[in-house]
């Protein structure tokens, strides 16, 4: 079993920046995949920003340039910085851990929520 929390986000205007972090614990598997997806209200899941241990990066197309991600393999910590945040960025982000780049793993965080106001 792998334990994802999650700490960060909040309420910001559109065009301020937010920081989220996730730390894993527990059995962590190696290779992994750790990252961020996000769910607005009436929309499916959908991947943010995933990176491997190895340092491979994998964006959805309409943060790219804008958010960041970023990990701390000796602290098992995985961050996303958000700049120029627009209020389609408004959704619940869960923290996950898998294997794979395009996919999410098994492990979930227990979600936080980001607002966007206009």
């Known amino acids: 079993q792998v334990q994802l929390v999650e700490e960060g986000g909040g309420s910001v205007q559109a065009g301020g920046s937010l920081r989220l972090s996730c730390a894993a614990s527990g059995s962590i598997f190696s290779p992994n995949a750790m990252g961020w997806y996000r769910q607005a209200p009436g929309k499916q899941r959908e991947l943010v920003a995933v990176i491997t241990n190895y340092g491979r990066t994998n964006y959805l197309e309409s943060v790219k340039g804008r958010f960041t991600i970023s990990r701390d393999n000796a602290k098992n910590m995985v961050y996303l910085q958000m700049n120029s945040l627009k209020p389609e960025d408004t959704a619940v982000y869960y923290c996950?851990?898998?294997?794979?780049?395009?996919?999410?793993?098994?492990?979930w965080g227990q979600g936080i929520q980001v607002t966007v106001s206009s």
């Open positions: 996950n851990i898998g294997r794979l780049l395009w996919a999410p793993g098994e492990y």
